[in-house]
């Protein structure tokens, strides 16, 4: 950290013990979060547009959408999880009342943005990797060398994004990225019919088009961001005083929270994007119904997502206030209501699996595949919930090494390991190979493993800090 920083620092803020705990009510959680997950939800409404848009010209396209998709999401959060340091570090200068630490860390976040999405660009130009990994042929490794190809600079775009929207969720802003979100999905469909079925002239790129549609999302986002974060005077007084170059122990202390959380998103991800790839390999009608699948649990698990990124939020800030008892009970809170909705979630699943599924598809061996695979997502819906808000939870604590074993262990040896032995041998156990069943199966096991393990693990550490917050007397009433 530079001398200007500290000597501007002890002038102009206040002293984390006498800020306030912040309020950590269900009420004030709830606010909070709603526009995270309706964020969340636009940005999952575009991938089922492009699912839907994809399925409706054949099984090829939508096999071209999710290997495509299913590589760029890989290497994108692979990537992007890096940034998320940024969030934990931001919290705790809010909750202290730091905000000049608060433009200073976004550009050192901003440097190491621009270098990760260069490399990001680079990974998803490997397009011949990429097929090859995914064992597609013909006309479906040429679209989805195309998809690759058009989404790579978008990937840039969406990687310099991500340390404004960490920045907007540290600072409870996160309605800039809810209506940023809710634009986009409004152009999706647009965007999309003249990208793949050609409308105003534009050649008609069928799934591949969808890869183009994404690139101009992300490129529109980036520019939205930059301008409300430059022009709007709620960040009058985050804005770093002057232009900084990159600081090697700012970047390294981003980096030692953000890469165990870059490994635990990246474990948790690829888990899902390696398993549409492998899938990819077993044909078509397999494929499809994964995607199908991996949608309807995706969109579904938004809702813990959102309050899982609010919890981690309010611990951050708590602790930057110096209120431990106020951080542990978000984490409660947090647990409580997420297990709720996703056990709503699941009733959900089951009792409408029928009309969700024709939803997406009309080719019953597709839909019969995806009944047989959303029993899965059943299975580990509500561990994935504690799994998530556990896991952001102890990112508040910065808590990452931890977790991020949890993550290697548990989805990709158990998941990611497991089902590839199912899925492609299985011969010891049952006789037969399973196919895609046998990564569905696995990775609900790894999942329950995981919500389990991290669910004791952010329990104990909020104990832990509140018990040696207790011993120094230095605890703060709360909300």
Sequence with gaps: MTEEI???????????????????????????????????????????IDTLMAGNLGK????????????????????????????????????????????????????????LGVIGCALLLQTGFWTDFGGVTGEVARMTSLFLTLTAPGIFASI??????????????????MYVSLMLLALKAPLNCVFMYGWFGFPALGGAGAG?????????????????????????????????????????????????????????VSSFTLMAIFISRLGTTEVSAHQIVSNITATLYQIPL???????????????????????????????????????????????????????????????????????????????????ISNFALRGYRVTVAPMVIYGVMLWCVGLGGGYYFAFDGELFFGHALRAEGFWMCTAVGLCLAGISLAILALWVSSVRLRDAAAQGHEKPVR
């Design 160 to 177: 310099v994004s991500r340390s404004f929207i960490a920045l907007n969720s540290a600072v409870s802003r996160p309605r800039v990225t």
């Design 60 to 115: 090829e396209h939508l096999a071209v959408v999710a290997l495509g998709s299913a590589t760029s999401v890989m290497v994108l959060f692979g990537l992007v999880g890096i940034l998320q340091g940024l969030s934990p570090i931001v919290g705790h200068h809010y909750g202290a009342r730091k905000f000049r630490l608060i433009g200073f860390e976004l550009t050192q976040s901003i440097w190491l943005s621009l270098l």
């Design 306 to 388: 959102s309050i899982a990124i609010a919890v981690c939020v309010m611990v951050s800030q708590a602790l930057g206030a110096g209120s431990p008892e106020a951080a542990r009970t978000i984490t409660l809170r947090g647990l409580k209501a997420g297990l709720a909705i996703a056990c709503c979630s699941v009733a959900v699943m089951y009792f409408g699996q029928d009309t969700l599924l024709g939803f997406y598809s009309k080719e019953t061996s597709v839909t019969s595949l995806a009944a047989a695979l959303l029993i899965y997502g059943m299975i580990y819906h509500i561990t994935d919930a504690a799994q998530t």
């Design 6 to 48: 500290k000597s501007s620092d002890a002038h102009s803020e206040v002293h984390p013990h006498h800020a306030a705990a912040p309020d950590v009510s269900y009420g004030a959680l709830t606010k909070l979060a709603a526009p995270i997950f309706v964020a969340n939800l636009a940005i999952m409404g575009s991938a089922t």
């Design 212 to 268: 183009l549609s994404l690139a101009v999302a992300a490129w529109i986002a980036l520019i939205c961001y930059i301008v409300i974060y430059k022009k709007d005077a709620f960040y009058d007084k985050m804005r770093a005083e002057k232009f900084f170059w990159p600081q090697a122990k700012a970047i390294l202390a981003q980096l030692k929270l953000g890469v165990p959380i870059g490994l635990s998103i990246f474990f948790e």
